[in-house]
């Protein structure tokens, strides 16, 4: 190392001195950022095999649209950001190990959640004894039994989460005449199930109904006549269903196969959303009104959110994954909106203040201005119910068209009306 005595003085005198060692350390400062420009590493798991992979893929596309978008534009705090990601094989039991890796080994600066209820669950007592900032993905009533402040969903069931995924189901059904008195509930038995159906029996309550039915099914059934042909003997005229995916094909398949009409089914079916289940179903669908959180009606046209979806389907066919994408990619791409404005207001990775900026401001997302309230969820719900009328075999064009998907409720996202009883959709 070069010192000067001294008697050494530069030639520029002292304000050309003072102004080169400004200089000189403006050069230095950009050489450091330059080689700091390791990624920001955001760490999840995500389904791409198991049940709940054809969701799964359609989520990880539009989260790589986002990642190269950001990219394009410079990344995040002059850093390029990474995701970092493994399958979780649809599998509860993978969760703990995945989280484990991505903090211990592969060092993620920050991370988010899984998709969906089961699979973000698991994940909590790790976020929490490590103090992470973690925003969900579609997982339903999940802080429910943390209670953590630094957990915020990206799904639309607003501050009571429960109720929210059939209050539309209830609200359309008893406007009806004859107004309906009885009601049957059927859960798979995994978390989302057991949330949904816990809130369809306040709704329930709320709407004064009887309750005539109610089981609960194990996760691996396949054969769901026995359980339909149960239910029909009970002569509900309301059936809220709350299912993963399978099983959502296996009742829909057993309700046509028996010839069963309540006056309305459905209600919390995941599943349906889904474009490959909706061609293959096609007209067996009619009739059903279950949850949405997202479709291309006129009165859901958000800033964004259509530019997203032609660059996602443009991309869809060649990643084999949905082809339309109107369920997963809004809300996988408005997961990690949230996040990347928080650390650019923030100019921070640092959890504790991105969970106290998150908490305390609006974002401005693909699925409209997004608010977090009490326990991370949403300041207000936006659940949709929609109904399947006049599907004609099993084309995928006439998904397209809305007229195939009518949103009932709530009103003031409504596209059209519903049909009523079931057995006149058919």
């Not at 493994?86 to 890796?101: C, G, H, L």
């Not at 209820?117 to 997982?139: D, E, N, S, Y």
Request: net charge neutral; charged share 20%; proline share 8%.
């Amino acid at each position: 190392m070069i010192r000067c005595a001294d008697k050494c003085r530069s030639p520029l005198g002292p304000t050309g001195a003072t102004a080169l060692g400004m200089l000189t350390a403006l050069i230095l400062a950009g050489s450091a950022c330059a080689q700091s420009g390791a990624p920001i590493k955001i760490g999840y798991s995500m389904s791409l095999t198991g049940g709940l992979a054809p969701n799964g893929k359609s989520a990880l596309l539009a989260q790589r649209i986002w990642e190269e978008e950001t990219n394009a534009k410079g990344g995040m705090l002059g850093r390029p950001v990474k995701l970092v990601y493994y399958d979780d094989k649809s599998s509860p039991s993978e969760i703990p190990a995945i989280y484990s890796k991505l903090l211990d080994i592969d060092k993620v600066d920050l991370i988010i959640g899984a998709y969906g209820t089961a699979l973000t669950a698991p994940a909590m007592p790790i976020v929490i004894q490590r103090k992470k900032t973690f925003v969900g993905l579609l997982g339903l009533a999940v802080n429910s039994q943390f209670n953590y402040p630094n957990y915020f969903a990206m799904i639309p069931s607003g501050p009571d989460a429960k109720p929210a995924f059939t209050k539309g189901f209830f609200d359309v059904a008893v406007r009806q005449e004859p107004k309906p008195q009885t009601l049957a509930i059927m859960a798979a038995d995994q978390e989302f199930s057991r949330n949904a159906a816990d809130g369809a029996r306040e709704n329930m309550k709320q709407s004064g109904l009887k309750l005539v039915y109610e089981r609960t099914y194990p996760p691996a059934t396949t054969d769901f006549a026995p359980i339909v042909r149960a239910i029909a003997a009970a002569n509900p005229d309301l059936v809220v269903v709350c299912s993963y995916p399978p099983d959502s094909v296996g009742m829909v398949r057993a309700v046509n196969e028996l010839g069963f009409k309540p006056k309305a089914i459905g209600g919390a079916m995941v599943g349906l959303q889904s474009t490959a289940i909706k061609t293959q179903l096609g007209p067996l669908l009619n009739g059903f009104i279950n949850y949405e959180f997202w479709l291309p009606v006129q009165k859901m046209q958000f800033p964004g959110v259509a530019d997203l979806i032609s660059r996602y389907q443009a991309r869809a066919a060649s990643e084999g994954v949905d082809p339309l994408g109107y369920y997963m990619p809004p809300w996988a791409y408005a997961q990690l909106q949230v996040l990347q404005q928080a650390v650019e207001a923030t100019k921070t990775l640092d959890d504790t203040k991105l969970g106290d900026f998150i908490r305390a401001h609006p974002f401005t997302t693909v699925v409209g201005e997004v608010r977090f309230g009490p326990e991370g969820e949403w300041t207000h719900s936006r659940v949709l119910q929609v109904q399947y009328q006049n599907i004609k075999g099993n084309d995928i064009s006439q998904f397209k068209d809305m007229s195939t998907q009518v949103v009932v409720a709530p009103p003031e996202y409504a596209s059209g009306e519903v049909i009523y009883p079931y057995e006149r959709a058919k």
